[in-house]
């Protein structure tokens, strides 16, 4: 069950500031509060989903297409296209999620 009370939720409704990189019609991009990397990207969804199933169980085909074309394009944006990068999308407890608010982590820029 999604619940509105978390710090993406507020980071959508441009409540709590953030350092945005891309925005479109599905997604929002800004950097990780505390970065695993030199180039540390978050990507979350402008529909209210808690993670990946619920995302893909519950969007429709059109938006999930678009979400993914969208993250690969912040990559490109932020120039680890050529270099690489790792995206990775916790989910639930065993994966340490400690955001219920569907997102895609970018990360790169170094050696990983
Ligand atoms: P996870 O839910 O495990 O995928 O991790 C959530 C991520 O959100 C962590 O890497 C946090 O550093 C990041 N995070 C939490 N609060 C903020 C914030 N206000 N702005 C940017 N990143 C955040």
Redesign the pocket.
Known sequence: MYDKNN??FK?LQKE?P??IVYEDEVCMA???????AKI?V?VITKGCYVNFADFVENESAENVQKFFKSVAHVAEKLGVRESGYRI???TGRD??????HF?V?ILGGERL
């Open positions: 710090v993406f980071i709590i953030s350092e800004f950097r990780d509060i505390n970065p695993a540390h978050l990775l999308s916790n994966a340490g999620q400690e955001v219920e997102h982590h």
